[in-house]
């Protein structure tokens, strides 16, 4: 028997950074919005005792750790550890969302591969204990679960719910390399040294620009403090962006902590002219267009 999750990747329409904390990481205000990018993890019961395995199929599978370490494997790893089960189990991730992109594709796996084995092993675990399972292996995992839009507080993990009155169109440009999360942060801290950082808060204009679906309201209100990081780590993304904006884009910034960028437009037709502006600029390694909100994690 086998069970199949598919689970969206995400875009930051506003990340407000904090200073570093004791235990190294950052107090965030992260307004997340799921978009229909997504990768289908595939769990399939093993021999008992056999352990789990992972493969990975996609245009970047071969970046993808097939070890101890995948997201995926964790989350099986800690649903059983917590019902006293044994993780026998193959997950196959079919992988659509970039890697190491900042638009949370291992968070995606690690999400869908908790979904997907709880169904496969009937451990009926509550939304809260699957929740907190999620923010255990990482930031950004809760949301992945959930999707829509919603606001992380904390390091991303304690998350609410926001309406959303609309669709909102993007078109995303994968870059010829990754950037590591750890490695922006850091980059982050260094070039705040000297000044205050003041306390992440979400944005009440963007949030009504959410509410109300209005694209032109949010496109004023988007913004990322990990951009100047990511941009310093990686200043040709500063031509990606520049593409992107001279094509039309209501609004450009980097996704996360990057390298994606991300796009903001008015609509389907508008996301088809800058994708095509983004193909054909020699600044990126490819494009795909998306909407968002969708749902979170899903059984098929
Ligand atoms: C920046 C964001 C924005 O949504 O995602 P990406 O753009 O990379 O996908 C997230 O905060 C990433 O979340 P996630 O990728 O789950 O990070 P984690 O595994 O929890 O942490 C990886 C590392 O990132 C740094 N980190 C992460 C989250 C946070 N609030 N403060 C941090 O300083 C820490 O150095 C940590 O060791
Ligand atoms: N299932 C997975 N898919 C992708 N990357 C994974 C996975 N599990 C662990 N990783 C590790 O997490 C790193 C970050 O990957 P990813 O989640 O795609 O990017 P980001 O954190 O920028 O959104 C990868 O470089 C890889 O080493």
Redesign the pocket.
């Known amino acids: 028997m086998s069970v199949t999750v598919r689970v969206p990747a995400k875009v930051n329409v506003q990340l407000a950074v904090g200073a570093a904390r004791p235990d190294g990481f950052h107090d965030l205000a992260n307004v997340f919005l799921a978009v229909g990018l997504y990768?289908e993890v595939t769990v399939t019961a093993r021999q008992p005792g056999s352990g789990p395995r992972?493969t990975?199929e996609g245009p970047?599978a071969a970046?993808?750790?097939l070890d101890g370490?995948?997201?995926?494997?964790?989350a099986a790893e800690a649903l059983a550890a917590r019902h006293g089960i044994s993780p026998d189990v193959h997950v196959h991730?079919a992988?659509d969302?970039?890697?190491?992109?900042?638009?949370?594709?291992?968070?995606?796996?690690?999400a869908g591969a908790l979904l997907a084995c709880d169904a496969l092993w009937g451990t009926r675990a509550s939304r809260d204990e699957l929740l907190d399972i999620c923010a255990e292996l990482g930031s950004?995992v809760p949301f992945s679960l959930v999707g829509g839009a919603a606001l992380g507080t904390g390091r991303g993990e304690k998350l609410r719910t926001l309406e959303t009155g609309g669709t909102f169109h993007w078109v995303f440009a994968m870059a010829s390399r990754?950037?590591?999360?750890p490695a922006v942060f850091r980059e982050f801290d260094r070039l705040a040294e000297g000044r205050d950082v003041p306390e992440p808060v979400a944005s009440p204009d963007l949030l009504t620009a959410l509410a109300k679906g209005d694209a032109d309201a949010l496109a004023a209100a988007v913004s990322n403090d990990l951009q100047p990081a990511a941009l310093s780590l990686f200043p040709e993304l500063a031509d990606t962006l520049a593409a992107g904006r001279a094509a039309g884009a209501l609004a450009t910034l980097v996704s996360?902590?990057?390298p994606?960028t991300a796009f903001l437009v008015r609509d389907a037709e508008s996301a088809r002219k800058v994708a095509e502006a983004l193909r054909t600029s020699g600044t990126c390694r490819s494009v795909r267009t998306a909407s968002g909100p969708v749902a979170g994690a899903t059984v098929l």
């Not at 370490?69 to 964790?74: K, P, Q």
């Not at 969302?97 to 690690?110: C, L, Q, T, Y």
């Open positions: 990768d992972v990975c970047d970046q993808v750790p370490t995948n997201l995926a494997v964790r991730i992988k969302i970039p890697v190491a992109g900042g638009m949370a594709g291992g968070s995606a796996d690690g950004d990754g950037l590591s999360t996360g902590s990057g994606t």
